[in-house]
C-alpha cells in the first residue's frame, strides 16, 4: 500500500491550519507536499497549489469576514495590481521559460529545477520576514495611505505568486502592515481575500487545452486544506500570533533550505 497519498493529504490539513493561523504559508508547504510527497511535477504543482491555496484561503477569508476581520477597501487597493501581475506571469512569462535555462559542460539547469530553486529563495527570504519580530508605530500619520506603494508592491507580489505558484500571504502580510497600516487580525482576514483572489485568477491563467488536471487529487487535497482551515481559525483563538510567527517562520527557514540542497545536491 503507497502511503505518500496519506501522508499528502494530512499535510494539506497543515496547510489548511497555517492559512488559518497566521494568513499565509499555505502554498510555502503545499509546493513541497505536491512534489516531494505526492509525486507532482514541479510545474503542474505550482498550479495545483495555485487552485489549492486559492480555494482554501476563500474559504478561511469568508469566515474571518463574519468576525468583521477583513478590510474589503484594501482587498480592493492590493487585489487590483496583484490580479494583474499574477495572470501575466502564469499566462504569458512561465510557459515562455526554456526547459533548459543555463547549460555548460558540466552542470544543466531544467526548468523545474530553476522554479523549485527560486521558490526555496522566497522560503527563506520570507521565513528570515517571519522570524524578526514586528515593530509597529503607533502615530497619527499611520491613517494616511501610499497608494503609489501599494500599487507596485501588488505588482511584485503578483509576479513572485505567479513565477513560484504561491499564495503571496507571506509578502501581503508585511505590505497590510506596514504599508497600509493595517492591525495584525485583520491583515489575516484581508490577506486570506487577496490570496484566493490572485491564486484563483492565476490558476485560471494556467488552464491549456493540452494541459491534463487529476482533480480527483486536487480536489480531495483542497477539501483536506479546507479542514485545515476551520482548525487554524480556531486555534488562533487560543495560540499568540507573534509566537506561532516566529515559529513557522524557522520551519519554512529549514524547508527552503533542505529544497536547495536536494534539488542541487541530492537530486
Not at 505590505?175 to 489575516?188: C, E
Request: charged residues 15%; proline residues 4%.
Amino acid at each position: 500500500m503507497d502511503l505518500n497519498p496519506i501522508f499528502g493529504y494530512f499535510f494539506a490539513i497543515i496547510v489548511g491550519i497555517t492559512l488559518g493561523l497566521v494568513g499565509s504559508g499555505g502554498s510555502i508547504l503545499s509546493v513541497p507536499i505536491l512534489v516531494y510527497i505526492m509525486g507532482i511535477e514541479p510545474i503542474l504543482a505550482t498550479a495545483y497549489s495555485l487552485f489549492i491555496v486559492g480555494t482554501t484561503a476563500l474559504f478561511g477569508g469568508i469566515q474571518k469576514a463574519k468576525q468583521k476581520l477583513v478590510d474589503f477597501r484594501k482587498v480592493v487597493l492590493f487585489g487590483i495590481p496583484t490580479i494583474l501581475s499574477v495572470f501575466i506571469t502564469r499566462k504569458i512569462i512561465v510557459p515562455r521559460i526554456p526547459e533548459i535555462v543555463f547549460s555548460t559542460s558540466v552542470f544543466t539547469l531544467h526548468k523545474s529545477v530553476f522554479i523549485m530553486i527560486v521558490f526555496a529563495i522566497v522560503m527563506i527570504f520570507a521565513s528570515i520576514r517571519m522570524i524578526k519580530p514586528l515593530h509597529l508605530e503607533n502615530n497619527k500619520n499611520q491613517a494616511k495611505l501610499n497608494y503609489s506603494k501599494i500599487f507596485i508592491q501588488g505588482l511584485f507580489i503578483g509576479l513572485v505568486a505567479g513565477f513560484v505558484g504561491a499564495g503571496g500571504g507571506f509578502l501581503i502580510i508585511p505590505a497590510l502592515l506596514f504599508l497600509a497600516k493595517t492591525p495584525m487580525k485583520m491583515a489575516v482576514g484581508t490577506s486570506l481575500f487577496i490570496v484566493a483572489s490572485q491564486s484563483l485568477i492565476g490558476f485560471l491563467g494556467d488552464l491549456r487545452p493540452e494541459q491534463s488536471l487529476d482533480w480527483n487529487l486536487l480536489l480531495t487535497f483542497t477539501i483536506c486544506s479546507i479542514i485545515g482551515v476551520f482548525i487554524g481559525s480556531f486555534l488562533s483563538k487560543k495560540i499568540e500570533g507573534e509566537k506561532l510567527k516566529t515559529g513557522f517562520g524557522w520551519f519554512v527557514l529549514f524547508m527552503g533550505i533542505y529544497i536547495i540542497l536536494k534539488e542541487l545536491l541530492f537530486k
